[in-house]
C-alpha cells in the first residue's frame, strides 16, 4: 500500500513530513461518557466565559522585552498569519485584533491566510525566500518538524523567545519557535451506532477481531508516528500492520475525511483526528473512545523575508503566553491546549486518564524516526 504523496517536496522535506503529517484503561461508566459530550456541546460557551473573565493587562504586567517590541509593532501595523487549509473570516480576524487591543494597548491589522497544506504551503515558502522575495505571511504555525524544514532553509528569524519571558519549556530553540497549541490523535465513535459501553477501552480491545472492518483511518505515516511517544515505536508498527493487515481498515483520502465517513455511519470507529469544532457545534453524533492518544504541538515561527517581524513576534507571543491570546488562540483559531479547560482536548483528556506528549527535541528526532519507518510499513503493506 502507498501513503499518499506531497508532490514537489524533496527527500528531507517528506522524511519529516512523514514524523508528523501525520495502556490499558479501566472501563469507564456510561454516565462519563454522556458527561463528556455534553462538556463537548458547551465547549465554545466555555472559552468564552474563559475570555470574557480575563482581565486586560497593563503596562507594568509586560515583560519588558514584549513592551519594547510594542511601539515598533504598532508602526509596522499588519501580521498574515498562515491558518493552513481552513477558512477563517473577516470576523475571526476582527476578534483577534480587538483581543490585542484588549491586552496589549496597541492595533494591529490580522489577516488569516489559508492555503495549501503545510507541508506543500511550506515548500512555496522556501523556494520564495531562497528567490529572496517579500513572504505572503509574517507568522507560520505548524508542527516542530515542518517548522524545521524553514528554518534548516534559513527562511525562520531567530527570535530570541527567551528575552520576552516566554516559558522556557514552551521554546523550541532548535527550530526559533514558540508553542502555541496543539492537536490529537485520538480515537473516537459514533454514537448512533455504538453505546457508550460497547466501545474499545483499550487498544488491545480496540485491535481485536471484533472491530475488522469497522474502523477508518488514512494511510500516512503522521497519523500514527506520535503514538510512538506513548507506545514506542516498535510496538506502534505492531499496531499499524494489525489495523492494516488484520483488522483491514478503511482508508479515508485525508484525515479530515475519517470525521465525515464516522458521521455519516460509514464507519463506527475512527482513527488519528480529533473531533472538529464544528462537530461540536452542531451536535453531531461523535464521541471520543476511552483510549489515552499522543498530542502533536504546534510551534509559532516569524518568517526571516517578513516585513512586520516584530509585530509578528508580539502576536505569536500574547497567543502562546496570555490566557486571552490562548482563550481566542481555541475559539477562532480551533488551536486548543488540552490543559485549557473548555476544550475538547482538555475533555478527552480527563475521559482517557491524561495523553502521550513529548518536548520539540523528541519530534525532530525519535519522532522522525517513528515516521520513517512508518512510511516504509505502509509500502509495504
Same mark, same amino acid.
Given at each position: 500500500?502507498?501513503?499518499?504523496?506531497?508532490?514537489?517536496?524533496?527527500? #528531507?522535506?517528506?522524511?519529516?513530513?512523514?514524523?508528523l503529517?501525520?495502556?490499558?484503561?479501566?472501563?469507564?461508566?456510561?454516565?462519563?461518557?454522556?458527561?463528556? #459530550?455534553?462538556?463537548?456541546?458547551?465547549?465554545?460557551?466555555?472559552?468564552?466565559?474563559?475570555?470574557?473573565?480575563?482581565?486586560?493587562?497593563?503596562?507594568?504586567?509586560?515583560?519588558?522585552?514584549?513592551?519594547?517590541?510594542?511601539?515598533?509593532?504598532?508602526?509596522?501595523?499588519?501580521?498574515?498569519?498562515?491558518?493552513?487549509?481552513?477558512?477563517?473570516?473577516a470576523e475571526?480576524?476582527?476578534?483577534?485584533?480587538?483581543?490585542? @487591543?484588549?491586552?496589549?494597548?496597541?492595533?494591529?491589522?490580522? /489577516?488569516?491566510?489559508?492555503?495549501?497544506? =503545510?507541508?506543500?504551503?511550506?515548500?512555496?515558502?522556501?523556494?520564495?525566500?531562497?528567490?529572496?522575495? $517579500?513572504?505572503?505571511?509574517?507568522?507560520?504555525?505548524?508542527?516542530?518538524?515542518?517548522l524545521?524544514?524553514?528554518?534548516?532553509?534559513?527562511?525562520?528569524?531567530?527570535?530570541?523567545?527567551?528575552?520576552? =519571558?516566554?516559558?522556557?519549556?514552551?521554546?523550541?530553540?532548535?527550530?526559533?519557535?514558540?508553542?502555541?497549541?496543539?492537536?490529537a490523535?485520538?480515537?473516537?465513535?459514533?454514537?448512533?451506532? @455504538?453505546?457508550?459501553?460497547?466501545?474499545?477501552?483499550?487498544?488491545?480491545?480496540?485491535?481485536?477481531?471484533? +472491530?475488522?472492518g469497522? !474502523?477508518?483511518?488514512?494511510?500516512?505515516?503522521?497519523?500514527?508516528?506520535? +503514538?510512538?511517544?506513548? @507506545?514506542?515505536?516498535e510496538?506502534?508498527?505492531?499496531?499499524?500492520?494489525?489495523?492494516?493487515?488484520?483488522? /483491514?481498515?478503511? &482508508?479515508?483520502?485525508?484525515?479530515?475525511?475519517?470525521?465525515?465517513?464516522?458521521?455519516?455511519?460509514?464507519?463506527? &470507529?475512527?482513527?488519528? !483526528? /480529533?473531533?472538529?469544532?464544528?462537530?461540536?457545534?452542531?451536535?453531531?453524533?461523535?464521541?471520543?473512545?476511552?483510549?489515552?492518544?499522543?498530542?502533536?504541538?504546534?510551534?509559532?515561527?516569524?518568517? $526571516?523575508?517578513?516585513?512586520? #517581524?516584530?509585530?509578528?513576534?508580539?502576536?505569536?507571543?500574547?497567543?502562546?503566553?496570555?490566557?486571552g491570546g490562548?482563550?481566542?488562540?481555541?475559539?477562532?483559531? =480551533?488551536?486548543?491546549?488540552?490543559?485549557?479547560?473548555?476544550?475538547?482536548?482538555?475533555?478527552?483528556?480527563?475521559?482517557?486518564?491524561?495523553?502521550?506528549?513529548?518536548?520539540?527535541?523528541? +519530534?525532530?528526532?525519535?519522532?522522525?524516526?517513528?515516521?520513517?519507518?512508518?512510511?516504509?510499513?505502509?509500502? =509495504?503493506?
Open positions: 500500500m502507498q501513503p499518499l504523496a506531497v508532490e514537489g517536496l524533496p527527500s #528531507k522535506a517528506m522524511a519529516l513530513h512523514g514524523a503529517v501525520g495502556f490499558d484503561i479501566k472501563e469507564r461508566t456510561i454516565m462519563t461518557i454522556h458527561r463528556l #459530550k455534553l462538556s463537548l456541546a458547551s465547549a465554545s460557551i466555555l472559552i468564552l466565559a474563559s475570555l470574557a473573565g480575563t482581565p486586560a493587562l497593563s503596562q507594568s504586567d509586560l515583560p519588558d522585552g514584549v513592551s519594547a517590541l510594542l511601539d515598533a509593532a504598532e508602526a509596522e501595523g499588519t501580521v498574515s498569519i498562515f491558518v493552513s487549509s481552513d477558512a477563517r473570516t475571526d480576524e476582527a476578534r483577534l485584533e480587538d483581543g490585542i @487591543l484588549n491586552d496589549l494597548g496597541i492595533g494591529i491589522d490580522i /489577516r488569516l491566510v489559508s492555503g495549501a497544506p =503545510d507541508p506543500v504551503y511550506i515548500q512555496q515558502l522556501v523556494q520564495q525566500h531562497n528567490a529572496g522575495v $517579500e513572504v505572503p505571511v509574517d507568522l507560520f504555525v505548524t508542527v516542530p518538524t515542518l524545521g524544514i524553514l528554518n534548516d532553509a534559513g527562511a525562520i528569524a531567530a527570535t530570541d523567545w527567551v528575552a520576552l =519571558d516566554a516559558k522556557h519549556d514552551e521554546i523550541a530553540q532548535q527550530v526559533h519557535g514558540l508553542f502555541v497549541a496543539e492537536f490523535r485520538p480515537i473516537f465513535y459514533n454514537t448512533d451506532l @455504538l453505546d457508550p459501553d460497547d466501545v474499545p477501552t483499550s487498544l488491545d480491545e480496540l485491535l481485536s477481531e471484533e +472491530w475488522t469497522k !474502523i477508518v483511518t488514512a494511510a500516512l505515516p503522521d497519523v500514527f508516528s506520535p +503514538w510512538a511517544m506513548g @507506545l514506542g515505536q510496538a506502534t508498527l505492531d499496531m499499524v500492520e494489525t489495523l492494516f493487515s488484520d483488522l /483491514r481498515v478503511g &482508508i479515508a483520502p485525508a484525515p479530515t475525511a475519517i470525521r465525515t465517513l464516522v458521521e455519516s455511519g460509514e464507519y463506527p &470507529i475512527g482513527f488519528g !483526528i /480529533r473531533i472538529s469544532a464544528d462537530q461540536v457545534a452542531n451536535n453531531s453524533p461523535v464521541a471520543y473512545v476511552p483510549i489515552k492518544a499522543p498530542l502533536v504541538p504546534r510551534f509559532a515561527g516569524v518568517l $526571516e523575508h517578513s516585513n512586520h #517581524k516584530n509585530a509578528a513576534t508580539v502576536v505569536a507571543w500574547w497567543l502562546s503566553q496570555t490566557e490562548q482563550a481566542l488562540s481555541a475559539e477562532v483559531l =480551533d488551536w486548543p491546549r488540552h490543559t485549557m479547560p473548555g476544550t475538547d482536548l482538555y475533555e478527552m483528556s480527563v475521559l482517557t486518564d491524561g495523553v502521550y506528549s513529548a518536548p520539540a527535541g523528541w +519530534w525532530m528526532n525519535e519522532g522522525v524516526e517513528a515516521g520513517n519507518a512508518i512510511a516504509r510499513l505502509l509500502q =509495504d503493506l
